[in-house]
Structures are given as C-alpha cells and as structure tokens.
C-alpha cells in the first residue's frame, strides 16, 4: 500500500511539473529535541486549542438560538453564553499558538509551502478573527446586545468563525497534498487559492465544528449546577435540558462526520486508519471515551454535583486528544511517499526545553494559585447579583 | 529558494508583514506600559479624597485596555508571524527551528499575561485592594517579561552577534549586540505609550478639575520617554553592524537617492516625533481643557509615527538580509552565495517553483524575477521594477545585474547570462518592450553596444538611474 501511495506520488509529479514535486528540504537546523516530544506538546495543547474552538463556536450558535427563540430562562442563559464568548475566544486563540509552532517545527517545509499557496485566505484570518473577538467584546460590553443590528453581528461573528476554521482546514489538506502545489501556485500565485477538491475537506470540517455542540453543552451543563445549588431549581432543570439536547446533537453530528470522512479517503487510508494498530487504537479509545463522557452527561442531568460536568470534560478531553493524535497519524501516512520524521537529523536543545519546562510549571502553578484565590470570591458576587435579579 | 513567494500584486508580501507590524508594536507596547500604569493608578486612586470616581474612571481604562490590547494586540501578533511565514517562510523557519523553546516561553508569558489580566478586571469590583494592586503587578512583570524574550529573537535578525550557522550559539544569538540597548529603548517606549493611551480615556471625562488631576498623571508618563528616547536610539545605532551603518548613512552606494540619507531622516522622524509629543504634552499639562479625543489621538498617531520610522529604518539596515550575514531577504543563504559555483550556474535546475517553465522565455523571466526579486521589488506598485529599471536598455541589464550585490542593499544574482537574459527580457516586458531573451545573451551583443547607458563600464547606473525618494511610495 505504501508503495501504491509513492506511485501515485511519483505519477503525480510527473504530471505537474515535469520535474518532480517542488518539496522544499526540511530546515537545516534539524529538530530541536526528538519529535515525539514536539509531537506530544502539540497534541496536548491541540485538544486544548479545539476545547476552547469548540467552546466558542457551540456557545455562539446556541446563544444565537436562545436569543431567537426566546423561552423562560433563556434570556439568563443566554446572557451566560455571550459573556462567555470573549473569553473563550481568548484561550481560543492563546492555546492556538503552540500547536502551530510545533506544526511549523515538526512539518514546516510542508506547512509553509500550502500557506505561502493559500496566502490571501490565510492572511484573511487575521483580519476575521479581530472582527469577531472584537464584536464578542462588543456584545458583551453594549448596553442593548438584543437590538437587531448587534445580533446581525454577531451572527456574521459567528460566520467568520466557521470561516476561520474552514481556512484552517484547507491549509492543512493541502499541506499534505504536494501532489497539487504546482498547479495552484500556477494558478494564483498571489495565493487566492482553496483546497476545494480535496474529497475530505468538508466532513473534516464538521469534523472539527461538531463536538462544539456537545462541548457547550457541558459548560452550560455546569452552569445548571450553581443554578441547582442555589435553589434556582426550575432554571437548573431547564439548562440541564439544553445541556443533554446539545451535547447528543453535538455526537450525533460529530458521528456523521466520522462516518463521512472514512467514506471520502482513498481506500488504502482508508484501511490504515481501520486496521493498523496505533491507528485503530487511537480511534476506538475516542470513541469509547467519547461515549462515556455522553453517559456522564446524562447522568449528571438535574443533579446539583459539580462531580459530573467535571468527570465528563475529563471524558471529552481523553476523547479528543487520541483523535487529535490519530489526525497526526494519518498526516504523516499520507506524507509518507515525500518525508518522514526519521529523516530529520535531532540537534538537541535540552537546556532550553528544560527552561521551557520550569517556565510552564512555575507558570500553571501561580496561575491555579491565582484563580484558587480569586475565582470564589467571583461565583460568590455573581450569586449575589442573580439573586437580586430574580 | 526552497519556497514559493508569495506574489500579491502592487503591494508585495514585504509591506503586508510592515502593515501589520506597525499596528502591533504600538499596541504591544502599550499593553505593557500600561500594565505599569494600572500598578501606579491602582495605588494613587485609592489615595484620593474622590476615591469612587477615581476608580470608576480606571474601570474604564481597565475595559478599554483588556479589550484594545486582547483584540489588536494578541491577534496583530501573531498576524505578524502569519505574514512572515507568506513573506519569509525560509526566515521564519530558521528563527523557530533555533528559538523554539525561547517562543514556547514567550507562549506561557502569553497565557499568564492574558489569564492574570482577567482576574484583574473581573475582580475588579470584588477583589480587596491589595490583590488588585498584586494582579495589576504580576500583569505588568508578566508583560514585561514577554518582551524580554520576544527582544532576543527581533534583535537577533539584525545584529546576530556570535552566532553562525556553524556556530549555533543560543545564547550568543538571543543577547546580542542589539539586545540591550533595544530591551531599554522598548521599556522606555513603552512607558511614554501609556501615558499617551491615559490621555485618550481621560479626554472623556466631563469634570474639568477631575479631569486635570488625570491628565497630570498622565503627563509624568510621556515626558522623560519623549526625551530619553531619541539618546538611547543613538545607542542602539552605536551597536549596528559596518555595513548596515553605510546603507543607512548613505554611504557610497546613494540608496535613497535624494540629498537625505536614510539616517538622516530618522534623526529627523525622531527628532520631529520627541519633540512634538514633549511639547503636546507640555500644552494638555497647562491646558487641560484642550484635551479631546481628536487632541488624544493626534498624540498617539505622532508615537505611531515615530515608531514607523524606527521599523522602517530597521528594516531598511537589515537589508539585504532577513538575517544579517546569514540569510538574504529572498531565500538565498549567504553561504550558498559564497560558492560561486553555485551562485552563477543556471538558475533553474536549483529553483524549486519554477514550475518547469521552458528555459529562455520570458516565463523562465518572471519565474526569475519571482525567486529572486518579488520579495523586495513589486512589478509596478510599492518599490517598482518597472519604475527603477525605466532607464535600462537590453545590454545594461545585464551587465547591472552582474553587479547588483555591490549596492549593498541587494543580494548576488543567482544564475548564469540566459537567466539573466531572460529577467531582463521579462523586466522590459513589463513596460511594454518585446525582446527575445536569446538575442541579448553576450555572444549575440556585441553589435548592440551603442545603446549601452553604463559609459565607464563601472557597472554603476547613470545619475539620473538614482531614485529620489524611493523609500516612500513607488
């Protein structure tokens, strides 16, 4: 099978440029520790990085439905949601930064070659993303966020954060696609260019949108518990609702997906991901985590204890991160005919990763520190102020 | 050579990266003065007779600050780093592959930075005094911090000290020669911008001798920055590279063309800039009524100003190289250039995106002028080819591009005389001559020397190939 994938590679090649792909050399100064390391760096902060996107995007879309349909408590809730916007997309975009550094470390020859070919849209990112951390701060911040025109915006927020990650994924299709560089260089080589034909993209984009559902749904399934716990039964009861609703929509969707993109690759990836042990590992162990973080949910429906919101985003955190890490796997598979990591001479830094290491323990260590001081004093004023309201 | 360029139209990638880095470093400077600010304000207002309004006013800068330093801020930089890697990918790379650790350091400053500031501003109202003056701190050491590091990785571009690509010293290559007098001009900098940004939310305020009290606050912040700024700038100059002093200075090679040299004009920005913003500040400290938004703003948009002639006189001493010595701001490695092999055989069975063009057109001429030019020279927009070769004839092109390197601002030119044929072919091409690239190889000219526009041979245009003013537009 690999043989097959370095034919259709070769053939490939010889078909666009007569003269084999345009794959730049990895960078000469090698990695800078073992790439497993960089490897597991990156998956870890990764499932961060989609926990908060998937945070930001169920959020925004189920506060815009709230909004719209306008039930008893669906104001409060709403209100939570929106001012969760903000800051979710603040950690969004923080726990983006390492991911796509150590993309850059481990496959930036790769990854600099689609971005440089899907220049425009990937510059555009940046102006979107302003404008939708800008309108959730807006929103949060306006004294009338139910006039029409701030809903009107922040429903375009919305669709430029669909937008966003709909770059990303062609950015990252087409990283490993080199077979198709050429001709989208010759096309536009101002980088006006998508990924279009990619058979995959769009289920990989559900793919990474779907769980949104479900995540939100536990953020709001938390919010049900501080309502329980301070006698607001009925408003508990009512967002435990919406939390069960969205977190199955969110798996239901997230199923299809699933299913839609085995469909959409070519056989022998296909079979890779079905049958080769790491593979098939890392997907049952989602899947089945995935499933108990659902179970969590549901048990955890109209019960005033923090136990379950806890104990099922630990789920969905040891759900994602083994599909976060079977998404690597098949990106070095499909690489495989053009680079493989072994390849890669490893000048060790260790002292600097060391440094790196103490920074990051120091820094959680002071940031929990921090919100063990502050955090209480923060949910006690909110209880006092929704007391009054009610 | 090992990437595509990233080829947009009039503007050229160079200019994007300039766009947006320009709004980052005023912003990124003042979200670290102003955490500074905070820790002062957080002090003072609990220290006045009027203590609720104090701090109702510093709500707001709180807001407007966590939402201008979250939203510009943090998403301006890492637009930079999304335009390096279109404008720069080979450069980018390198900096990552060598200070990776350095950038993940940075990342946990960030994370700090970003969660800290929450707590502050959340708690604002809830939190005891003592914790919000320790937040606002932590915020600003934080902050602070994350400039001393992302420092060591700018400053290394510039003036890589010790560090070579034999002699792969971290340390040597984060403090080098420029990182010292940079970190202090940044601090010092970043001081002055947030007493600029105290006077915009002050220009709100309604009650006049409220309003006073602030703006007096704020002066103390803008006036030594002002004055210290231009003295350290000399400093940082003291400690720039030979070469980059002669392009800078003017030197020999003319590079701005004009009677001002590229130093001059900064000593002018600067001098300019330091003194207006002494002198505005002077005015809204004896006037405080004249402080409005409109007045605010012009102050902030001087600052802006100054700091664009600083980049802009950074980036120009950089040139030719993204990273001084070692690589060329088109992708060529200074060591691959030393090797003259390699440097003049035919350029592209080296090239990587030529796309297989058919050697000796003119396609094989823009593939040339993509790879080695487009990364400095737009066709006709921002630093225009066309507009800087308007004087060339056939024969002259050639021969210049033989000697381009000794600008001094422009790397070697990579290939043998078909290559060179072929971008002169294209280069003409582009206001509207037609020429087949076979007829200007040298075998072929010795009958058309007459036109030639390099009388001594020198290899050195003609005066009037000198270019007033081509820093600011064409």
Known sequence: MRLALAMAGVLAAATASGAGLPMPSPDPLGYPVPPILLQALSYFTLTLHFLAMNLTVGSVVIYLWLTITRKQYDDRLARYLRDLLPLSTSYLITFGIPPLLFVQVLYGQMFYSSSILLGFPWILVIPLVVFLYGAFYYQKLVKNPEHPGVLLLSVLAAMALLSVGFFFVNNITLSVSPEKWMGLYAKSPGGQNLNMDDPTLFARWLLILAPGFTVAGVAILFRGVMMLKWGLTEEGRHNHRIAVNAAVLGMLLEAVAGIWILSAMPDDLRSHVTSAGLAKLLLGLGTAMASVGLVLVFLGRYKASWAYPLMASLAFFLALAPLVALRDVVRIEQLRPHFSLENVPVHAQWCMAGLFAVFLVAGLVFLLALHMMVVPKLIAGRRAELRESA | ?474
């Open chain 2, 1 to 474: 050579m090992n990437y595509p360029i990233w080829d947009v139209g009039g503007l050229g990638a160079g200019l994007v990266v300039a766009i947006i880095a320009i709004i980052h470093v005023l912003i990124s400077h003042v979200a670290v003065g102003g955490g500074a600010f905070l820790v002062v304000a957080e002090i003072w207002s609990r220290r006045q007779p009027d203590g609720q309004r104090v701090r109702d006013w510093l709500h707001t800068f709180a807001t407007f600050f966590l939402v201008y330093t979250t939203v510009l801020g943090a998403t301006t930089g890492v637009g930079i780093w999304f335009s390096v890697q279109l404008a720069s990918a080979e450069a980018i790379s390198l900096l990552i592959h060598q200070f990776v650790f350095a950038w993940a350091i940075e990342w946990v400053f960030f994370l700090s930075e970003l969660t800290v500031l929450y707590l502050y501003y959340y708690g604002f109202k809830r939190n005891t005094p003592r914790m919000q003056t320790f937040l606002a701190g932590a915020y600003f050491v934080i902050a602070w911090g994350s400039l001393v590091v992302i420092n060591g990785i700018l400053t290394f571009m510039l003036t890589p000290g010790a560090w070579t690509i034999e002699n792969k010293d971290i340390a040597a290559g984060f403090f080098n020669p420029g990182y010292f007098p940079a970190l202090l001009i940044r601090t010092v900098t970043m001081f002055l911008l947030a007493g600029l940004a105290g006077f915009l939310v002050a220009s709100r305020i309604r009650d006049e001798e409220f309003k006073g009290r602030i703006i007096q606050f704020c002066v103390k912040w803008v006036i030594p920055g002002a004055i210290l700024v231009p003295g350290l700038g000399y400093w940082y100059f003291t400690t720039l590279p030979a070469s980059t002093v002669t392009i800078l200075a003017g030197g020999t090679v003319g590079v701005v063309g004009g009677t001002l040299s590229a130093l001059t004009r900064m000593a002018i920005l600067a001098g300019v800039a330091g003194t207006s913003l002494v002198l505005g500040t002077l005015v809204f400290a004896a006037y405080p009524k004249t402080v409005n938004t409109i007045a605010a703003i012009s102050m902030l948009l001087v600052a802006q100003l100054g700091i664009m002639g600083a980049e802009f006189f950074r980036e120009m001493g950089r040139k030719p190289y993204v990273i001084h010595g070692v690589l060329y701001s088109n992708g060529l490695w200074v060591k691959d250039a030393k090797d003259p092999a390699r440097l003049n055989g035919p350029y592209l069975e080296k090239a990587k995106w030529h796309g297989g063009v058919a050697s000796g057109t003119l396609a094989h001429g823009e593939q040339v002028f993509r790879l080695q030019c487009a990364s400095c020279h737009t066709r006709d927009g921002y630093r225009s080819v066309v507009y800087r070769t308007r004087n060339w004839t056939a024969g002259f092109g050639s021969r210049w591009l033989g000697t381009m390197h000794d600008m001094g601002v422009m790397p070697p030119f990579q290939g043998d005389a078909l290559d060179k044929a072929a971008l002169v072919a294209y280069v003409l091409s582009l206001r509207g001559e037609t020429v087949d690239p076979r007829d200007l190889l040298p075998d072929r000219q010795a009958t058309a020397q007459g036109d030639d526009l390099d009388p001594d041979g020198s290899g050195q245009a003609l005066p009037g190939l000198e270019v007033a003013g081509a820093e600011v537009g064409r």
